[in-house]
């Protein structure tokens, strides 16, 4: 079992629609959760990051965490073209470590 | 604010050959870590620096080494190369090891021919 998990993808959602990107983890000494947003030849840009169970929300983005039941989630409202990247979840382990998930791919259609 | 920089944004080098990548984080952060992406591995660890220690390595062989410096700025040389080091290298750049945000550099494409 990989230490962080994503939703396989590709995942395609019409232009306005919201879009849900989910994520588990089985190392319950990771701390903190991160997901980045990284388009085509670029690097990882840091959309979210949370440490406290519950909601983070962060303009169209919410971060969900749910530490008793290992699992991170990613919402984006008001889906944009733009948005369309891969989503990377990582988790935070002691010693700067990041342990990221291989990745959604989610794609909004106009 | 600057963002973290890594030079060079691309390189081509031969296998056999050794390399040595910068990456300069933002300004104030002491902690830097390196990463290698590749289309069949993803985004794997390969260690962090903090205050010019090493605190935690991956799994990745002795000819990928690194270091810190007194102004955070860090580097990650890779000797003898093979063909399977070309990847992007990311580092990425926070100010202290926990619980805070981490932020990439733009990285460095390396092709290993």
């Known amino acids: 079992q990989k230490e962080v998990e994503q939703n396989s993808g590709p995942l395609s959602v019409p232009e306005g629609a919201i879009a849900s990107l989910n994520c588990t983890y089985s190392?319950?000494?990771?701390?903190?959760f991160f997901w980045y947003r990284q388009y085509s030849g670029k690097s990882p840009e840091l959309i979210m990051f949370?440490?406290?169970?519950g909601d983070k929300e962060d303009g169209r983005f919410t971060a969900q965490l749910n530490k008793a039941s290992q699992y991170v989630s990613l919402l984006i409202r008001d889906s944009q073209p733009s948005d369309s990247a891969t989503y990377l979840c990582?988790?935070?382990?002691?010693?700067?470590?990041?342990?990221f998930g291989q990745g959604t791919e989610l794609s909004v259609k106009p | 604010k600057a963002g973290v920089t890594q030079t060079p944004r691309y390189l081509i080098k031969t296998r056999g050959q050794q390399v040595t990548l910068s990456c300069s984080p933002i300004?104030?952060?002491?902690?830097v870590s390196w990463y290698q992406q590749t289309p069949g591995q993803g985004l794997q660890f390969l260690f962090e620096?903090?205050?010019?220690?090493?605190?935690n390595k991956g799994n990745f062989p002795g000819r990928f080494s690194g270091r810190q410096f007194s102004n955070s700025r860090s580097e990650m040389n890779v000797s003898t190369l093979e063909l399977g080091d070309s990847a992007l290298y990311l580092c990425?750049?926070?100010?202290?090891?926990?619980?805070?945000?981490?932020?990439f550099g733009q990285g460095t494409r390396l092709t290993v021919v």
């Open positions: 990425a750049s926070s100010w202290r090891t926990e619980n805070t945000e981490a932020f």
């Open positions: 190392d319950r000494g990771s701390q903190s």
């Open positions: 949370i440490y406290s169970n």
């Open positions: 990582a988790g935070f382990r002691q010693g700067g470590k990041l342990i």
């Open positions: 300004s104030g952060h002491r902690s």
């Open positions: 620096y903090f205050s010019e220690t090493q605190r």
